[in-house]
């Protein structure tokens, strides 16, 4: 019996799409130390990699400046655009942007005590109109994490915030033992079933390891891989007919219509 991963290298789609089938993807992260940053440029290099037409967003802070630095927080990625909940303007995308106008989804974010950070909470609070829409619905994501230590969240994290996509009916899609490397009993690393990920320290100073960088890659793969086929299977669905037109009422009939009096 083969190992987990070692027969399922390849997604569901091993070939590049063709231009009218690339998937969109947007890889959207939250990252204080840069830990996940560097995560998400090593998925948005396998997503690339599978074919997909890739956008790094970034989610806005929400800490004053005056706090990221008593916390030692550099400074973000100026070249990343980040999402705005007003009106878009330079380097700047909407929410409504960020989230819809794409193929599929990748998020990445650390963990607040096995949670989701506030940050990031604050975008999937504010997606109350796309809920009432059903903007979201049938969208595949997938999502990658940073943590401070082992046991620090690597699971919680991911499962907890299965709720918010969930709730919109977008298709989780994990990473699972889609490669050996996720297996690795060579080394401490980061990652699990539920997507890629990478151990920070205590003090914030390990960065993700090559081995956390190639799981990534591989998510950012196997992802686009999936998102692909569902956009080619949609595409092929016959479309839907539209719904018949409610009955007229009968010509010249009125409510208060008396039959006509019988001749005598």
Same mark, same amino acid.
């Given at each position: ?58 989610? /806005?802070?929400?800490? @004053?400046?005056?706090?990221? $630095?008593? !916390? ?5 990625? %100026? *070249? ?93 899609? /994990?990473?699972?033992? @889609?490669?050996?490397?996720? $297996?690795? !009993? ?5 990652? %699990? *079933? ?71």
């Amino acid at each position: 019996m083969s190992r987990p991963g070692s027969a399922a290298k390849s997604g569901p789609m091993t070939a590049k799409p063709t231009s009218s089938h690339r998937a969109r993807i947007n890889v959207i992260y939250y990252s204080m130390y840069g830990h996940v940053a560097t995560l998400a440029k090593s998925i948005a290099k396998g997503a690339e990699a599978a074919g997909a037409e890739v956008r790094l967003i970034q989610i /806005p802070e929400t800490l @004053s400046q005056e706090v990221l $630095g008593k !916390m030692y927080a550099p400074e973000k990625d %100026s *070249a990343v655009p980040t999402i705005t909940f007003g009106e878009a303007s330079d380097n700047t995308v909407t929410l409504e942007d960020a989230l819809v106008n794409c193929d599929g989804i990748i998020l990445g974010f650390p963990t607040r005590f096995g949670g989701m950070p506030a940050q990031v909470k604050a975008v999937w609070d504010a997606t109350g109109g796309l809920w009432m829409k059903g903007a979201l619905v049938g969208k595949p994501l997938s999502i990658f994490f940073s943590t401070g230590s082992q046991g620090g969240g690597q699971e919680t994290t991911a499962l907890t915030s299965l709720t918010n996509f969930i709730h919109h009916g977008m298709l989780f899609v /994990p990473l699972g033992y @889609s490669t050996p490397l996720s $297996g690795n !009993m060579d080394e401490i690393h980061g990652g %699990s *079933a539920y997507g890629a990920g990478t151990y920070a320290g205590s003090d914030g100073k390990r960065q993700p390891s090559e081995l956390e960088l190639k799981i990534a890659e591989h998510q950012g793969t196997f992802f686009t891989q999936t998102a692909t086929a569902l956009k080619i299977g949609r595409a092929a669905l016959p479309p839907k007919e539209a719904s018949p037109p409610d009955p007229k009422p009968e010509e010249g009939h009125k409510k208060h219509d008396r039959p006509p009096s019988a001749k005598k």
